[in-house]
T-cell receptor
């Protein structure tokens, strides 16, 4: 089955901790994206990558970091510098310049 | 600049048609998309339209694009309770960033 997986589905973080959200795809897509969704709002772009070993900041990159060492993987780290990290995080992938396909999301809650 | 706007809420009766509207500001948008999100889930691509088209139909879904007014709509015929969800429009440009810019979503409630 081809698709995008995100883990974990729910994640709880204590103040001051870094946490890493996983995103894996087996669609052979070159491009991958991370979005943040807050209640009643649309999606905001955190980071994106159009090719392995390269990534770009989106609109709200502060307090987040990413890596793209493999084509199929694009993990997102939420650092302690992110002051309000509680949100729903969505990963997507695409063939460059084509429609994006989304994973099921990770809900992060700061305790 | 990039800005996509949608009304927040729409309520219809089962069997009626639903029309969800979206406006965008960037005339260089080349593709416009409609996504559906059910509670606690990711986004599901419903359909998309290229900017040189006026209309696209796919089963119960009809997309209309008025490029002059930068207005996009999604019509769902014979709306069912399973269509209750949040619907997002998104635009993509062929210059610069090439990522999608999303509206804030329209919550569609279908009453039996």
């Amino acid at each position: 089955d081809g698709g995008i997986t995100q883990s974990p589905k729910y994640l709880f973080r204590k103040e001051g901790q870094n946490v890493t959200l996983s995103c894996e795809q087996n669609l052979n897509h070159d491009a991958m994206y991370w979005y943040r969704q807050d209640p009643g709002q649309g999606l905001r772009l955190i980071y994106y990558s159009q090719i392995v070993n390269d990534f770009q900041k989106g609109d709200i990159a502060e307090g987040y970091s990413v890596s793209r060492e493999k084509k199929e993987s694009f993990p997102l780290t939420v650092t302690s510098a992110q002051k309000n990290p509680t949100a729903f995080y969505l990963c997507a992938s695409s063939i460059v310049d084509n429609e994006q396909f989304f994973g099921p999301g990770t809900r992060l809650t700061v305790l | 600049g990039e800005d996509v706007e949608q009304s927040l809420f729409l309520s219809v009766r089962e069997g009626d048609s639903s029309v969800i509207n979206c406006t965008y500001t960037d005339s260089s948008s080349t593709y416009l998309y409609w996504y559906k999100q059910e509670p606690g889930a990711g986004l599901q691509l419903l359909t998309y339209i290229f900017s040189n088209m006026d209309m696209k139909q796919d089963q119960r879904l009809t997309v209309l694009l008025n490029k002059k007014d930068k207005h996009l709509s999604l019509r769902i015929a014979d709306t069912q309770t399973g269509d209750s969800a949040i619907y997002f429009c998104a635009e993509r440009m062929d210059t610069g960033r090439r990522a999608l810019t999303f509206g804030s979503g329209t919550r569609l409630q279908v009453q039996p």
